[in-house]
């Protein structure tokens, strides 16, 4: 049995996108692109239903944002590029809309082990999903999450790279302006 097509209407701009395979709606959520106005059909566009009704894109959380908006319902990828944008922080409150409880975002599972450094198609959602015992990922799991370190690391150094040549810079300037070395 093959899974559903399925069409986006997005709420923002009234556009509506499709056919989509279900590999790509699971690739636009974690790109953090569907929002919780967002409408969804896997019927041939006979019913739409809002995208926190469709099950597969887990669309589980509130973000109780610092001014005590609540944004969402959304999912971890949002979460995510919120983090990584520096929207929100760690310590922002989390409302879990499948239980009601409340959580800080520092003290979740999913973010102890989430990429919220480094943001991108292939890294979203790493760590945010437990593996499937049933089909032995976890082998293919620990490779990605390798792949993932390893490219934060690549980052991190062109970073660092890019810090020290800045460095370099000011040095040189404020040992131009006065002559001596800086402290």
Request: net charge negative.
């Amino acid at each position: 049995m093959s899974q559903p097509t399925w069409h986006l209407i997005k709420a923002s701009t009234k556009e509506e996108y499709g056919p989509l395979s279900h590999e790509a709606l699971i690739g636009l959520s974690a790109e953090a692109k569907i929002s919780s106005m967002d409408k969804l059909s896997n019927d041939g566009r006979q019913t739409w239903r809002r995208a926190p009704m469709v099950q597969e894109l887990k669309m589980d959380w509130l973000i109780q944002m610092p001014d005590l908006y609540l944004y969402g319902p959304t999912n971890v990828s949002t979460i995510q590029e919120f983090l990584a944008t520096g929207d929100i922080d760690e310590s922002v409150t989390l409302i879990n809309c499948v239980d009601g409880s409340e959580s800080r975002l520092r003290d979740l599972a999913f973010f102890k082990v989430s990429p919220q450094q480094v943001r991108s198609v292939s890294s979203t959602n790493n760590g945010t999903q437990w593996p499937d015992l049933s089909k032995n990922s976890g082998d293919v799991m620990l490779q990605q999450r390798v792949k993932l370190l390893e490219k934060q690391v690549m980052e991190y150094q062109r970073s660092l790279d890019e810090w020290q040549r800045a460095h370099s810079i000011l040095k040189q300037q404020f040992i131009e302006a006065t002559g001596r070395e800086p402290l």
